[in-house]
């Protein structure tokens, strides 16, 4: 039986306990965070602490605090024999403190009350020493049947291409959405597209993938669309977008 520690009270580390705590050989022995109001959520199911300083022994520690305070809470650990990792994208394996650390990085987006299945979710591991690499092995797959072992230089490019791919995306649905309600449409019509779009990319290339006017260099209907934005960001983003489009695929036109 595994025995991990979680530090950490957020979106993240709710997400990792409920899918550890239905996880075969795997046993939560604690979880330590400085919020105590979001440690009563764990408080009826197992032992919580407020103080670092009163951190349970254990096999593994798992780093679920924000990344800039991960070297920080590192530090309480020092004394401690088990695994110690963090869970950013981010950050490199020697901001923890430890000599045996590694990185167990859930390549998701995780929000407050939506649950997600972590078994089809890629799970990025890293450790300096052997022993360690096969603990995080075994410890990923107790939940997820998408493990790999990627080093830190990888892990940060890899992050840095979650960020294009989901949260600049999002934001383009939040003006795609604003866009809707200026005239009172609903934006539940542009999800048909928003699905197809998706579940294309799951099968080409994203670059095969592309349409649109930028991608057929439709200058009077850009124009057009141009006239319409209001705001001066959109604006900006419409014709940047558009004409990083265009380079992409000028050889085609």
Do not use: W
Not at 73 to 99: F, M, R
């Amino acid at each position: 039986m595994l025995k991990i520690v979680i530090l950490g009270t957020g979106n993240l580390a709710k997400h990792l306990y409920s899918a550890f705590s239905k996880a075969d050989h795997v046993k939560i022995v604690q979880v330590v965070g400085r919020n105590r109001e979001e440690l009563r959520l764990f408080s009826a199911h197992v032992s919580t602490s407020d103080d670092f300083n009163t951190i349970a022994d254990a096999d593994l520690y798992l780093i679920a605090v924000k990344d800039d305070a991960i070297t920080e809470v590192s530090g309480y650990l020092l004394d401690k024999e088990g695994l110690v990792v963090h869970t950013s994208g981010a950050i490199d394996l020697n901001a923890i403190q430890p000599e045996n650390k590694g990185v167990f990085y859930p390549l998701q987006t995780f929000t407050k009350g939506k649950a997600v299945d972590f078994r089809t979710i890629p799970i990025c591991i890293e450790a300096q020493q052997k022993k360690s690499l096969e603990t995080l092995k075994k410890l990923a797959g107790s939940i997820s049947k998408n493990v790999h072992h990627i080093d830190s230089e990888q892990r940060k490019k890899l992050h840095l291409a979650a960020v294009f791919v989901n949260n600049f995306t999002n934001y383009l649905y939040g003006v795609g959405e604003e866009l809707c309600l200026e005239e009172g449409l609903s934006f539940d019509l542009l999800k048909p597209l928003i699905m197809e779009t998706a579940e294309k990319v799951q099968n080409i290339s994203p670059k095969d993938a592309q349409t649109g006017p930028a991608r057929r260099n439709d200058v009077k209907s850009m124009e057009s669309h141009l006239e319409l934005l209001n705001k001066k960001e959109h604006i900006t983003l419409y014709k940047l977008l558009s004409q990083a489009i265009k380079q992409a695929h000028e050889k085609k036109l």
